[in-house]
């Protein structure tokens, strides 16, 4: 806002008096935003026994000895339930109104995003979460509102944010648990482990 003083004068007497004006000039709002990714990641095992001989003769009374060896494997991974997160931001640079508007994404919807009263010289957070498609990558949010009430030169802003779905955030059968009819428990196999992982016993 622009105040702009005006003052009369009585050019005898010098006598004089002023009245002030206040001209305020709507800005459009801004929008900005975040967006988080996530998505599962579910791994398969397989486990493979072999031994070294299958069959021996012996003494009677004497031990009879078989190597056995377990293998077990995991698979690259399987993604899914892709879905992103975040803040979408509305900020009101207009220190002397307040600004309603109505606030849509282009890929989830906006909780309460209707009639959202942003306060003058203020902003407003609403949460945003969705399921979206693998090859998504970048998320927009609009807000509108009536120019010509407010008197700004727009009645719409627009704020973005990539993001890729690199790192999965839920790992899924990331570790099993191996145990043998014979020699009972073998171990805990990871991701991340050598693959296969051997274990060997007689």
Do not use: R
């Amino acid at each position: 806002c622009t105040t702009h003083e005006n003052t009369a004068t009585i050019t005898q007497t010098g006598a004089y008096d002023s009245a002030s004006v206040e001209d305020c000039q709507g800005a459009d709002l801004i929008v900005t935003k975040t967006a988080i990714p996530s998505f599962d990641m579910t791994y398969a095992w397989d486990i493979m026994k072999d031994v070294d001989k299958t069959y021996m003769e012996v003494v009677p009374g004497s031990m009879a000895t078989f190597n056995y060896t377990v293998s077990v494997s995991h698979d690259a991974g399987t993604a899914s339930n892709w879905a992103i997160s975040g803040i979408i931001t509305v900020s009101n640079p207009n220190a002397w109104q307040d600004v309603v508007v109505d606030v849509t994404d282009d890929l989830c919807e906006v909780v309460d995003g209707e009639d959202v009263t942003v306060p003058a010289g203020g902003s407003v957070d609403l949460p945003y979460a969705c399921a979206v498609d693998s090859t998504a990558t970048l998320n927009t949010a609009t807000a509108t509102w009536d120019a010509a009430m407010y008197h700004t030169p727009n009645g719409f802003d627009t704020g973005s944010a990539g993001f890729a779905f690199v790192t999965p955030t839920n790992l899924i059968d990331e570790c099993v648990d191996v145990t043998d009819s014979v020699y009972g428990d073998l171990g805990t196999v990871c991701v991340g482990d050598m693959n296969p992982k051997l274990f060997n016993y007689s």
